[in-house]
Nanobody
């Protein structure tokens, strides 16, 4: 089993920034892809970005150009830097681990419990 633990969420003012961190542990298989998604109330979960063990980055629709994803494959961590936050960025942010690469998955798909980011004015 793979376990994911997210941290770094919280309350932030409009225009502020946050860094979310995710650490994976357990039966980590390679190659794999780790990424960040978010889900706002009443909306579907959407991909922000994901990055492979080879450091290939795949941006999702939610990337917005204001976020930066960074991975340390040796430590099995992936961070998401959020800047210039607005109320529309209020959401629960989820870390994801998948065994395989985009277009070639091997079945293991794990989610963290999520970390809430609330942007206030």
């Amino acid at each position: 089993q793979v376990q994911l633990v997210e941290s770094g969420g919280g309350l932030v003012q409009v225009g502020g920034s946050l860094t979310l961190s995710c650490a994976a542990s357990g039966n980590i298989a390679r190659p794999n892809t780790m990424g960040w998604y978010r889900q706002s109330p009443g909306k579907q979960r959407e991909l922000i970005a994901r990055v492979t063990t080879g450091n290939n980055v795949y941006d999702g629709d939610a990337m917005k150009g204001r976020f930066t994803i960074a991975r340390d494959s040796a430590k099995n961590t992936v961070d998401l830097r959020l800047i210039s936050l607005g109320p529309e960025d209020t959401a629960t942010y989820f870390c994801n681990y998948r065994y395989g690469l985009p277009g070639q998955w091997y079945g293991v798909d794990r989610w963290g419990k999520g970390t809430l980011v609330t942007v206030v004015s």
